[in-house]
């Protein structure tokens, strides 16, 4: 007959083979928790890009100094065209000419009337000539003698007054030619042939040098984003955009409209009509500066900061300044060089110096 064991060993049996037991399913191959807590993670670079303001305003195209010309004469018949709208012309050249053949007329009259007055002075003079020295001595009487020598003065003065009639129809001569007053693109042409020239009336319209501005409307409040000198991409009604510069920043703002005004000077293109429509994206002055996407940025207690990534894909967080930010991108006004390796996404699972494994790349 066997004998039952005493209770304390087989009470320590137990615990031994609990304990190895528990021992047994609690381990696991060696490596397995590192290759767990390796995250996957997306990158982007720290590129270097011109952030434009945000700012976008529209408003019409108008000349940036235009010209109204018109005639200094009043009754001429308009006689010939010479230059269309569209045209593109040089300083004085001929616009427009207006009927002279009255005004030749008037001219050779005036002409014949000068070549009068002077006969009609030298005979005067000649009179005053032969009195000379009589004065007071009775040959003749000191009228007489005072007489020729007041015809002789007014003889001079109305061969000057012929001659004066005379300039003032030369110089009618010339302007009977309409001349551009500067070089340019002609907006506009308002005569027509045998229309009566006025001066009152504006016979064509011309923009200085061709130059084309677009007068945007910016509110109030966005009106110190534009400032002079800073470029701005243009777009045009058929969506060609070309680039312009901020001349012009108004000092006042509309009462009603609270809107204030920003003069951008474009490039002299043919496909540019004053009138036409437009709308201006303000880029500041061009500047690039390095950015990241704005997700790649991440906030605490401690401020802004990026996960870099090293060339071992081990991460590191570097603190950074941010600036402007636009179109899902934010400026760092302190961080690291472009062209280095931040996290996109999954930054705020990872602690400084993890190691990751980049989406596309084999494992390291």
Do not use: W
Not at 191 to 219: C, F, T
Not at 268 to 288: K, L, T, Y
Not at 298 to 321: I, P, T
């Amino acid at each position: 007959m066997r004998h039952p064991a005493p209770l304390a060993a087989v009470l320590a049996s137990v615990a031994c083979a609990a304990l190895a037991v528990s021992v047994t399913g609690c381990s696991k191959p060696k490596g397995a928790t590192n290759a767990e807590q390796i995250l996957t993670v997306t990158l982007t670079d720290v590129q270097m890009k011109t952030l434009d303001s945000g700012l976008t305003a529209s408003g019409l195209l108008a000349a940036r100094d235009e010209v109204a010309i018109s005639t200094e004469l009043n009754g001429y018949r308009v006689a010939e065209i010479l230059v269309d709208q569209g045209a593109t012309v040089a300083k004085g050249q001929a616009l427009a000419r207006l009927d002279d053949t009255l005004l030749k007329s008037q001219i050779a009259q005036g002409e014949a009337s000068v070549a009068a007055q002077i006969a009609n002075t030298q005979r005067a003079e000649a009179e005053a000539q032969r009195v000379a020295g009589l004065d007071n001595i009775g040959i003749l009487p000191q009228e007489q003698i005072d007489e020729r020598r007041i015809a002789a003065r007014t003889a001079h003065a109305q061969l000057q007054s012929a001659k004066a009639q005379l300039a003032d129809l030369k110089i009618r001569e010339g302007l009977m030619v309409i001349r551009a007053p500067v070089a340019g693109r002609v907006l506009d042409r308002t005569i027509r042939l045998g229309d009566v020239a006025s001066p009152a009336a504006v016979m064509y319209r011309m923009a200085k040098d061709g130059v084309v501005e677009l007068n945007a409307e910016v509110p109030e409040t966005s009106l110190s984003v534009a400032r002079t000198g800073d470029k701005a991409q243009v777009v045009l009604a058929d969506g060609t955009s070309v680039t312009g510069v901020v001349r012009l920043v108004s000092t006042q703002i509309d009462q009603a409209t609270k809107l204030g005004h920003v003069r951008v000077t474009l490039p002299v293109r043919a496909d540019i009509r004053p009138g036409g429509f437009a709308r201006a994206i303000f880029n500041g002055r061009g500047v690039q500066v390095p950015v990241v996407p704005e997700k790649a940025v991440q906030f605490d207690s401690n401020g802004a900061s990026l996960m870099v990534v090293d060339a071992a894909a081990h991460v590191h967080r570097v603190n950074v300044k941010t600036a402007q930010r636009a179109n899902g991108f934010v400026a760092l006004a302190e961080g690291p060089p472009a062209g280095t390796r931040v996290v996109l996404g999954g930054g705020s699972f990872l602690l400084d110096g993890d190691h990751v494994r980049i989406e596309g790349e084999p494992a390291r």
